[in-house]
């Protein structure tokens, strides 16, 4: 496998795989062409040193996975960086063959490089196998989130 920065020409298949679950669609607009909106999205976060969008790529180039790790800059732990994973998508083809495991190995590496202290997610509470998958990993669930959608 290989990780890589996403390019804008990965935006259409990343809209997909996030698209691509009962979630999902409630909330995305997969189309050829993209709305704007992505693109846009896509955009800031390349521009943001502190954002990686990342694609995994099979033997044959083909995008199989995506994952963003955010590097968020505290003043607690002595002014640590945290580290946040979100949209983690594998496609649906692919899942079982051990590819999250793998894209969360590198996604933890990646986050020590970058001296981050912790690496977080959430997860909706309506996704328990992604939930028991977490814990596998050893991610425990030691704070309760909230959110305020707008």
Same mark, same amino acid.
């Given at each position: 496998m290989i990780f890589r920065k996403a390019t804008i020409n990965d935006v259409?298949?990343?809209?997909e795989m996030i698209a691509d679950d009962e979630l999902g669609k409630s909330r995305e607009q997969y189309q050829i062409p993209l709305p704007n909106e992505y693109l846009r999205a896509?955009?800031?976060? /390349?521009?943001?040193?502190?954002? @990686? $969008?990342?694609? %995994?790529e099979n033997e044959?180039? @083909?995008?199989?996975?995506? $994952?963003? !790790?955010?590097?968020?800059?505290y003043l607690t732990y002595r002014g640590g960086i945290r580290a946040q994973i979100e949209a983690v #998508?594998?496609?649906? /083809?692919?899942?079982g063959l051990g590819i999250g495991k793998a894209m969360f190995e590198w996604a933890i @590496?990646?986050?020590?490089? #970058?001296?981050? +202290? %912790? $690496?977080? !997610?959430? &997860?909706?509470?309506r996704r328990p196998n992604a939930i028991?998958?977490? @814990? &596998? !990993?050893?991610?425990?669930?030691? +704070?309760?989130?909230m959110k305020l959608h707008f």
């Open positions: 259409a298949k990343i809209v896509f955009q800031n976060i /390349d521009a943001d040193q502190n954002q @990686e $969008l990342i694609v %995994v044959n180039a @083909e995008i199989i996975g995506t $994952l963003q !790790l955010s590097f968020i800059q #998508r594998i496609k649906k /083809d692919q899942r @590496e990646r986050a020590k490089e #970058r001296k981050a +202290h %912790v $690496l977080q !997610l959430t &997860s909706d509470k028991r998958f977490y @814990e &596998s !990993l050893g991610f425990k669930a030691t +704070h309760e989130g």
